[in-house]
């Protein structure tokens, strides 16, 4: 059997020391597979997403495997693998998707690849040269998901990927997510469930900061996971 892409041990996360927003949980992502991450309100989808890109310095994890070898969630090499789409971005706010592509490739080494595909499947053709600022909400998010399917990482991370999209782009994104196994692994949180029972081949529960549940195969379906969720609203 092959080895996992990432393997986490105890991972914690904080605001403020003594109220963990992830309390010591352990993870492992394969390759090849999309894990779709669910939760309520508050569950931590959002901080476990930004410490996995770097971008939340109160943590602490008993261990972190990146193919079996010891990582840090900052190293080079890690960061080299991984691309993360936020569910709200106003970063580069005076780049074209075009301008904004080409940095992104340049930084992790990679060559210029044909988007046209991409701009065609999120209708995107008029916007190509408009600067992100002047964006709608929902055509800034195509912006990084078009990117990040066009870098292609190893590790794929979303973060509410259909928040903001139209039904044709939302369709479009789930053939996306779905074959995107042939590239790497995706992990990507949704409250919606039409996204993880379409997409995911293993259902992850996040529940006040901790896994709770797994679902995997057949036991993907919208009633065991409303059961979930309703579980974490009973004290």
Known sequence: MSEPVLELQKLHAWYN???????????????Q???????????????????LSGLHEKFR??????????????????????????????SFRYFTFREYLSYVVAAYKKELPDVAGLVEG??????????LKDLSTGNRKKVFLMTAFALRPELLLLDEPVNGLDFQSTEYLYQLIGGYKEHGTVLFSSHILESITLTADRVLVLEKGQLRRSFEGEEIN??????????????
Do not use: M
């Not at 597979?33 to 410490?51: C, H, P, R, S």
């Open 61 to 90: 994890c008993d261990g972190i495997r990146l193919h079996g070898q010891p990582a840090a969630f900052r190293d080079k090499g890690f960061k080299l693998c991984r691309y993360t789409v936020f569910a709200e971005d106003n």
């Open 17 to 31: 020391e003594g109220n963990h927003v992830l309390s010591g949980f352990s993870l492992q992502l394969w390759p």
């Open 122 to 131: 999120f209708h995107f053709e008029s916007y190509v040269n408009t600067l």
């Open 222 to 235: 919208a009633t065991n996971i409303r059961e979930a969720l309703q579980d974490e609203k009973e004290p």
């Open 33 to 51: 597979e999309v894990v779709g991450l669910i939760g309520l309100n508050g569950a931590g989808k959002t901080t476990f997403l930004k410490t």
